[in-house]
Each structure stands twice: as C-alpha cells, then as structure tokens.
C-alpha cells in the first residue's frame, strides 16, 4: 500500500458545556483529502474511512500514519464493522451493500428491494447479533436516477432477508445504536431531527418517534457513547443526553460529514470533516457498534 502524507497538528478548545466536552485536544490526522466519510474503527487497531469522490479507502494506524487500503469503484460511503470483523460498505456510485471478508472477498448484500434498484446507499450499522441495518436516500444527482419512490432505512437479517423499516419521503442519512442495542438512531438531514425505533430481539423495529429536534445544520453521520449520549455531525459535532439534552458541541476548520469511537480505549472521536480527518479525546468509551 502506498504511504500518502500526513498532517499532524493540534489545538486546545472549550467546548460548550462542562462535563465532559470541556477543553478538548482536537488532533487533525490528514488534510488534502477530497470528501471524508464512513470512520470505522477495527479491533486490530486502526481506522478506515472513506473519501466518496476519489473512490478510495484510507487507513490510519495511531503512531504509524496513513495509507491507501483500497480502491473501490462502486464509491465508497458508510463503512462499518462485525463483531466478526468483516468490513460492510455503502457504496453510493454502484448503489449497493458490501461485505468484505478478512480474506478479502466480496459479497454483495442488497442491491434492489422489490426489483428496483437501490437509490444510493448512505451509512450502515451493524449490531452484535449480526442484524444489518443502513439508509439510503439520494443526494445530488443521484436523485436523478432513482427507482423507488421513497427514501428507505432498511433492516438485513443473519439470513440475508431485506425489509423495509421505513420509508420516507424526508432523506435519512447517519445510522448507529443505543449502547444496548435496543435503540436504533437515524438522521433525517432534511427534516433537521434526530429519529429512533424501538427493536427487538429478533431485528424488527418499531415506534417510530423524533428523538433529538431543531438541529443546526444538516444532520449525518451519528454515533452513541457508553452512557447513551448521542454524537451528531451536523454544523458542528452536537453531544446531547440520551433524553435529548444538548450537553455541548465540537466547533471544527470544516463542516463534519460522521464520526466514529476509536483508539484502544474507545474513548477517541474520530471525524471526518470533508478534506480532513481529526481526533478528539474524550475521556469516556464509545458503545461498541458491532
């Protein structure tokens, strides 16, 4: 793989709210890049991510650097993980679910739902029992080439069987899970909100309500905390209480496009805000997603 340069920096901020969002070091692991997305954090101890327009998958390793992981032509969006540690990828341009083993073959996972084709998938989560769950709405011109006439959030069983948990006229977008994986969170970037389903032990979602309201900015990537705090890329990177509060932000160079818990302690942020990638310590555990 070939080695790509780095930029290390760093700098002191407060964050809005005390707790423990105050005086944060934000590091900034690369720049250069063209739109940053997908942060998925490996067991192995390294994190992958996309870049949506050069087709590419990055690879950082903490105390080594960057690299190049993979080319992936399909356009690479939402990565994440199995408990397994296979890698799952939205890939938007080709309109399709991935799974790529440790071997590194490739299976695809859903492409159509009722003969039509997919509009563009967003992001993906995986939960510990191996319920598969991702969004797909269509930004841009992928609008232009749509089959189905909604928006969809949409549920793999371990059998490989696709339902539709929902369908939307708004776009979904970010996509991640309580700490118990009870709770399943997704953006709505256009109605600004925060939604979340109940499911069950089985997979199936139900009780559809708004969870977290009146965002700044276009809500995307999301992601929980062991304490069921609520990570939301949006204008800035929001913290609100799992019963909506907002505890305080992370005010970046660029807008964030995801973010995602990494490091060996899970208590790094990792986010990518379009043509960079930064990390913030945070001094409590991300929930484990897989």
Known sequence: MQ????????????????????????????????????????????????????????????????????????????????????????????RRVTRTTKKGAVEVLASKFEGKRLNAPNDIVVRRDGHIYFTDPAFGDQQDHRELDFFGVYHITPKGDLEAVAKWKTRPNGIAFSPNGKVLYVADSDARVVRAFDVDKGGAASNERVAIENIEGVPDGIRTDEKGNIYVAAKFVYVYSEDAKLLGHIELGETPSNVAFGDADLESLFITARTFVYRVRLGVKGALQY
């Open 3 to 94: 080695r790509i340069a780095v930029l290390f920096a760093a700098l002191l901020i407060p964050c809005a709210a005390a707790q423990d969002f105050a005086n944060l070091r934000i590091d900034k692991l690369a720049a250069g890049l063209q739109f940053t997305e997908g942060p998925a954090w490996s067991k192995e101890g390294f994190l992958l991510f996309s870049d949506c327009v050069t087709n590419k998958i990055h690879k950082y390793v903490p105390g080594t650097g960057l690299s190049d992981y993979a080319e992936i032509p399909g356009g690479p969006n939402g990565n994440t993980y199995d408990a397994q540690g296979r890698l799952y990828t939205c890939e938007f341009r080709t």
